[in-house]
């Protein structure tokens, strides 16, 4: 019995990965997107306990129901698919301003909270002890 489509919104580390066949070829790491923008990016998909997730695009996600993701790829076309780079952090750029000498104190103090509480990270790959707690994540939802 078939169940009814959910929201990518609601896919969770753990829910299984289906070719278009309905072979499972993995299990949901991560979701990427923007949840504010109702903007959904892809799907990290480990293959295997430790291994490094493969990248699938929303574009190649074909029907999400509960529990598990179904691919419009087959097993041989996910297996070409390129390893997952954790997503670079978004940075707010405000406009430079002619306010005075308090605002402009005030905006390089924002500057250096920003890069002090959260530092814009480039992408890049996942390292072993993301893809450790990962695996943990994974194993106890």
Do not use: C
Request: charged share 30%.
């Amino acid at each position: 019995m078939a169940t009814d489509p959910v929201s990518w919104l609601l896919i969770e580390p753990g829910w299984k990965v289906l070719a278009a066949d309905g072979s499972e070829v993995g299990k949901v790491d991560e979701v990427t997107g923007d949840s504010n923008a109702d903007i959904f990016d892809g799907l990290a998909v480990a293959t295997s306990a430790l291994g490094k997730p493969r990248y699938v695009p929303a574009e190649e996600v074909g029907e999400i129901q509960e529990g598990a993701v179904r691919l419009s790829l087959t097993s041989e076309q996910f297996e070409e698919l390129g390893e997952f780079s954790e997503p670079a952090t978004s940075e707010r750029i405000e406009p430079d301003s002619k306010a005075g000498l308090g605002e402009s104190v005030g905006a390089e103090l924002r500057e250096l909270e920003g890069k002090v509480v959260a530092p814009t990270q480039h992408e890049r790959p996942l390292g072993i002890l993301r893809r450790i707690t990962l695996f943990f994540r994974r194993l106890f939802r």
